[in-house]
Structure formats: structure tokens, C-alpha cells
């Protein structure tokens, strides 16, 4: 099983600020790796996949980069709805398909 | 509109049984591999079961693997997990959602439905 570990696990940031999240996969998911991100009470909704390519409709603002083990989430300047829970995902190796613990990313 | 509705969660004794559906629109089903995740109060998100397009694969998490079935009705739209031998640890609101292609190889999900929970207790 491949072991999906996101860092920070909380980032406190104010809006306008640039948000990095990292995620580490402990084996190659060569570019295999999404991203999503969830609001309270809401269903995890698709930012990034394939590691950096952007879902339909998602803001410019968020850009995935990153192959094999290693890859990063951004945001390049956060809005008052962007605050939420964002876990990465990967789908090279199966079964099981992974998640990361998540990031909270909070209002400071 | 894609949109994915989860029904047939509730509070149920371990041991017990329960069947889950997940009711498909706005796009053609029968194209999509699906998937069951789900996420304990206040945890993160565990998946569960895949099936492709048309029920030629299927896999599960070794922690459901002998007590849940996926399954999946293309003519109706729906997808449905079975889930016997219910265990305390399986408390989730478990969410369907949709793969981006047929196949459930090297495919992410890309729509995810609101959820039911399902408590066993």
C-alpha cells in the first residue's frame, strides 16, 4: 500500500497569502496524483489531477506540481473560500487507492 | 449536470447488515468506472470499492474485502454497495463518486456525491 503523508497538517494563513502544501508518497506514483479539496459538511471536490493539470471550472489561483514522490500544492492567493481541508489522492497504485491525512488551511 | 444522490444509510446493530445506493445523472453511466469512499466523523477519506464500466472489475479495501459488495446497475443508473458483518469501525459517511473514465485504472474521480452515513452501533 502506498502511504500518502501531507505536510503541513495545519497552515495559518490570511487572505491575500500564498499557500504551499506539500505531499509525499512513500513509493512512485509517477504523476498519478490529485487533489481535493473539502469544506465542512461538504462532499471533497476535484482542484488538480494528473498532478498539475486543473479540473474543469477550478480558479487559475491553484496549481499542482510534483512527479513521482514528491509534489506540492499552491495557492497562489488565497480567498475567504478557499479555506478549507485539502488532501491529496493518489491512483497509480491500486488497490488501495490512497489519500493524505489532509491540510487544514485556516484563517490566522 | 452530473449529479451522484447516496441513500440507504441510518443506525444499524454490528453484525447487521445494510445496502446503500447511489442514484446517477447528467451523464452516461454506463461509460464511468465508479467508486465508494468513505470518511469517519471527523477522519479523512478511506476508499472502499471500485467497479469499471461494465462489472468486469471490481476491488475492494482489505478492510471491507469479504463482507461488502459493489455492484451496479447500468440500465437504472445506480450504483449499490452491500455491506454485511457491520462493524463499529465502519461508521463513515460514505460518499459515491465517479471515475473519469470506464476503466478504474490510473483513473481519478472526479465527482463526488453528498454522502450517507451510516452508523453501526
Known amino acids: 500500500e502506498i502511504v500518502m503523508t501531507q505536510s503541513p497538517v495545519t497552515l495559518s494563513l490570511s487572505p491575500g497569502d500564498r499557500a504551499t502544501l506539500s505531499c509525499r508518497a512513500s513509493?512512485?506514483?509517477?504523476?498519478?496524483l490529485a487533489w481535493y479539496q473539502q469544506k465542512p459538511g461538504q462532499a471533497p471536490r476535484l482542484l488538480i489531477y494528473?498532478?498539475?493539470t486543473r479540473a474543469s471550472g477550478i480558479p487559475d489561483r491553484f496549481s499542482g506540481t510534483g512527479s513521482g514522490t514528491e509534489f506540492t500544492l499552491t495557492i497562489s492567493s488565497l480567498q475567504s473560500e478557499d479555506f478549507a481541508v485539502y488532501y491529496c489522492?493518489?491512483?497509480?497504485?491500486?488497490?488501495?487507492?490512497?489519500f493524505g491525512q489532509g491540510t487544514k488551511v485556516e484563517m490566522k | 449536470e452530473v449529479q451522484l444522490v447516496e441513500s440507504g444509510g441510518g443506525l444499524v446493530q454490528p453484525g447487521r447488515s445494510l445496502r446503500l445506493s447511489c442514484a446517477a445523472s447528467?451523464?452516461?453511466?454506463?461509460?464511468?468506472?465508479m467508486h465508494w469512499v468513505r470518511q469517519a466523523p471527523g477522519k479523512g477519506l478511506e476508499w472502499v470499492s471500485a467497479?469499471?464500466?461494465?462489472?468486469?472489475?471490481?476491488e475492494y479495501a482489505d478492510s471491507v474485502k469479504g463482507r461488502f459488495t459493489i455492484s451496479r446497475d447500468n440500465a437504472r443508473n445506480s450504483l449499490f454497495l452491500q455491506m454485511n458483518s457491520l462493524r463499529v469501525e465502519d461508521t463513515a459517511l460514505y460518499y459515491c463518486?465517479?471515475?473519469?473514465?470506464?476503466?478504474?485504472?490510473?483513473?481519478?474521480?472526479?465527482?463526488w456525491g453528498q454522502g450517507t452515513l451510516v452508523t453501526v452501533s
Open positions: 463518486a465517479k471515475g473519469m473514465m470506464g476503466s478504474i485504472f490510473g483513473v481519478v474521480e472526479d465527482y
Open positions: 447528467g451523464f452516461i453511466f454506463e461509460d464511468y468506472a
Open positions: 467497479i469499471n464500466w461494465n462489472s468486469g472489475l471490481i
Open positions: 513509493h512512485s506514483v509517477s504523476s498519478k
Open positions: 494528473g498532478a498539475s
Open positions: 489522492h493518489q491512483y497509480d497504485n491500486w488497490p488501495p487507492w490512497t
